[in-house]
């Protein structure tokens, strides 16, 4: 999902689908493609961002049936989601939205699983986390 024309064009030059989702702001666009998703009949989404520099293996996640929920290494951000598309899920993503997301789940009686993985726990939010990444 992406609002910034060159962004598209250099997520298209990678061979990436693109989902066009301008002036809906991250959690309505982040619904707004899941909802495309379960359109075109994916049943399961993971949501990840692209501020995970030590992202790796994504797919790899280990499937379950409810909600996985992956938070940054202060355990306040949600780095990495997996539901199943079609629960009414309502994305908070912002600073707390780890708690929110947990909060969200339980209100859908849906399992909640915690993974705290390491190379998708450290996103970057302040100029002073890309230092920490050349240390």
Do not use: K
């Amino acid at each position: 999902m992406c609002d910034d024309p060159e962004v598209a064009a250099w997520a298209r030059g990678l061979g990436a689908t693109v989902m066009w989702e301008p002036g809906l702001g991250l959690n309505g666009a982040v619904r707004s493609g899941v909802e495309q998703l379960f359109s075109a009949g994916v049943r399961w989404v993971t949501v990840a961002h692209g501020d995970l520099p030590r992202a790796r293996n994504l797919g790899s996640l280990a499937p379950f049936d409810g909600i996985t929920l992956v938070p940054d290494r202060l355990d306040d951000g949600t780095n990495v989601l997996r539901l199943p598309v079609g629960c009414d899920f309502h994305f908070a993503y912002g600073p707390g939205s780890f708690r929110r997301h947990r909060a969200e789940a339980s209100r859908l009686g849906l399992p909640i699983r915690v993974l705290r993985v390491p190379c998708l726990a450290y996103d970057v939010d302040w100029p002073s986390d890309v230092a920490e990444l050349s240390s």
